[in-house]
């Protein structure tokens, strides 16, 4: 059976924090995109995605290959990627399509680069803003080289890429995604150090390698919908984690930004984060059952994330504050979730509980440094995964 061992959530095109590829597309152009997989297997596929895009989109060709540094691959591993035994497909538009199967074994953390050639103007990009990793683009057709000197561009998006699948990891649904915001996205942390990628190095020390997906998005709310930043969690739930294969478990992270931006909207820090609805607690409580019941309904087991420590950040007020706290008794003590990971605790200062410790804090006040990410990653015990 096919089991995700890496995606990213596809968003509409947009200038987000950062300038990026997205809104003018691709034309005569190669993307080569590097990614890490959580785990393992004998063979392979890749996940394209034309979610968010206003025409199909055409592929001239794509490569796979293991990564060796920069846009640089390995020679004897670059295989050639078709659908359908075809090198050149469309993608409909709000589609996504998978590759035939490549018979390439890869290892649990292993990196490999996806290049795809788009002879065609594609208009506006499906892409993932924050990829903490660099991908590169060249003019012309260079999908088959070997060597990063013609990728002479850079970003720090992914475009169209949303997952990549492996045979062989496991014989039954054991695959972990990790559902949130900006806090599973890894904002404030650096390249493979966010939570999910740390929970995935330390399933392979432990010797119990496993799967693990992250499918947060930076800004992302449970309850409301965002041009810049994504489909609402419980619109996207079932693309992100009930349409991935081989998930038996899902840890939900969501509604730091329901509440913090309910509470900004006089003097948003980003006016791309609007519309500033305001969210009640109660409301957040109803988009986090909805997950549950959605997860539960497909066989997953569900784990519930407290939500972290705000203070000193813009979206700590008394208000936001109060949300905050009712959220996180609900997952303490509501008995809904199979198992709660109480982060709001294991990443509290020792002498003020509602702010992030000093160590733990990326510098805003909101976003883990990747010491904060490592402790959230520590703090999930590895048995509550089933």
């Known amino acids: 059976m096919w089991t995700a061992v890496w995606g990213t959530s596809p968003q509409r095109a947009g200038a987000s924090f950062a300038p990026n590829w997205s809104e003018a597309g691709f034309s005569n152009q190669t993307v080569r995109q590097v990614v890490r997989v959580s785990a393992g297997g004998v063979a392979t596929r890749v996940r394209l995605s034309n979610q968010y895009g206003s025409t199909p989109l055409k592929v001239a060709g794509a490569t796979i290959a293991r990564t060796t540094s920069g846009a640089a691959v390995q020679p004897s591993s670059l295989r050639q990627l078709t659908v359908r035994h075809a090198r050149s497909f469309t993608i409909p538009v709000g589609r996504e399509v998978a590759t035939d199967l490549v018979p390439m074994r890869l290892a649990a953390l ?17 892409y993932h803003p924050l990829a903490l990793a660099t991908s590169y683009r060249a003019t012309g057709d260079h999908r088959s080289d070997v060597g990063g000197a013609p990728f002479t561009e850079t970003s720090s998006s992914w475009y169209y890429v949303s997952g990549l699948d492996v045979v062989g990891q496991a014989k039954r649904s054991t695959g972990v995604v990790a559902f949130g915001d900006s806090i599973t996205d890894g904002a404030g942390g650096t390249a493979d150090n ?45 693309r992100d984690v009930l349409d991935q294969p081989g998930v038996g478990t899902v840890i939900i992270l969501a509604g730091i ?117 490592d402790a959230m990653a520590n703090a999930i015990d590895l048995n509550d995964l089933g």
């Open 257 to 373: 930004n329901d509440l913090g931006i309910s509470e900004v909207a006089a003097n948003p820090p980003f006016p791309i984060f609007a519309p500033f609805t305001k969210v009640s607690a109660k409301q957040i409580i109803a988009g986090q059952r909805q997950l549950v019941a959605r997860a539960r309904a497909d066989g997953l087991r569900v784990i519930g994330a407290t939500l972290l420590p705000i203070k000193g950040s813009s979206y700590y007020t008394a208000a936001s504050e109060a949300k905050r706290d009712a959220v996180n008794h609900w997952i303490r003590t509501s008995a809904e979730y199979d198992a709660v990971v109480d982060l709001d605790r294991v990443m509290a200062s020792p002498t003020d509980a509602d702010q992030l410790r000093p160590t733990y804090d990326s510098g805003d006040h909101l976003h883990p440094s990747d010491a904060g990410y």
């Open 194 to 238: 966010r939570y999910p990628d740390q929970l995935a190095e330390r399933l392979a020390s432990a010797g119990r390698p496993r799967a693990v997906v992250n499918q947060g998005i930076s800004g992302n709310r449970v309850t409301v919908d965002s041009a810049w930043f994504g489909d609402k969690a419980v619109s996207r739930f079932q």
């Open 110 to 126: 292993e990196s490999v680069t996806i290049t795809l050639y788009l002879a065609s103007p594609t208009g506006p990009a499906t």
